[in-house]
């Protein structure tokens, strides 16, 4: 899930690639509440995950969006 | 000759107040930088009005010149889709008629806030299948500089004031120009996403005179925006029959660059099928199309047998969407 995040951070949301890890915050990649709806509507569609905004929000770093796509991803009906 | 009459776009026109907005001008005023504005927004200039400019003058500016490019002196109705009318009564499209040289024609105006040229459009399109009138003059005009809070980062940065304008002409369904089905929807649950609370009869004399100013959600209404202007646009594609990869050029509400990448992302088309202004004038609001029309042809980037979709979402909530070929310029005005 890393790797997709990581493609999906660089090719549509204009992060630099070197500064992807997992410890990075949204601060540290200048992601703004906007870039999190974005990074909303962008998992849904690619790879068929709900979440919304507010709970992206609240996961700070790409860690933590990893798990949050993780866990909302095995949790989601087949 | 079909009973119905189809409604054939034979001109726009499009105007722009000559003040213009830098980022490094708003950036001063609002303690950020011109740099935070442009990669927030795409928008890198914007026009506003003066002391004394309303609507109706750029509604008059853009009617003018879309009855000039149809080479029609007159119209038998005229609509103006606005949010900021000159006044809250009467309504601003009788003026702009009688300053037009239409007195005595049809007049009103739509409020649907940023979807209001497409309910324009459908009502003008519905006024010539209805043989109401043969000729309607249908105008999207706004100075959301004289509702905005000149503090309020979020829009301040976002709107400019412009109008534009299309001309309608009675035709037939299947020439160049006839507008299609055209796809509205609204969603009032959502009513509080994008307002200007006070000033109408719910709270006629506000405490707080910041309730007269323009306020919008800008998280709830940037998914809100997407993914409606998205399915409208794919309902408007197949109610004209067409498949979306066969859309040559994508004329969305200019809302914000990042609303409009996220839409062509949804629809799964190319980037560069979308048309675009927003760098220069902002998000016009009920100008936003027709005003993206007109600049468009201006540059040469839409031309004669273009497949055009247009697409939008605004306040109440509200949305739409058409398609339409773009009409050929007639022979005798060809360049």
Redo the contacts between chains.
Sequence with gaps: MFETLKQILVS?LKVPESQVTLDATQEDLEL???A???L???VD?QLGIKVT?DELIAATTISDIVELLEQRRSSAPA | MSAQHAAVVAGVGSWVPPTVVTNDELAARLGISAGWITSRTGIVTRHHVGPGTATSDLAVEAGRRALKAADEPSADAVIVATTTPDRPCPATAPEVAARLGLTGVAAFDVSAVCTGFLYALASGQGLIAAGTASRVLVIGADAYSTIVDPTDRDTAVVFGDGAGAVLLRAGEPAEPGAVGPVVLGSDGEHVELIQIPAGGSRQPHPPDPAARYFQMDGRATFRQAVERMAEAARQATTAAGWRLDEVDRVVAHQANARILAMVTEALDLPPDRQLANIDRVGNTGAASIPKLLADSVARGELAGGDRVLMTAFGGGLTWGATCLTWPHPRPDRAN
């Design positions: 549509k703004d509440s906007l999190m709806v974005e909303a509507i962008i569609k905004d």
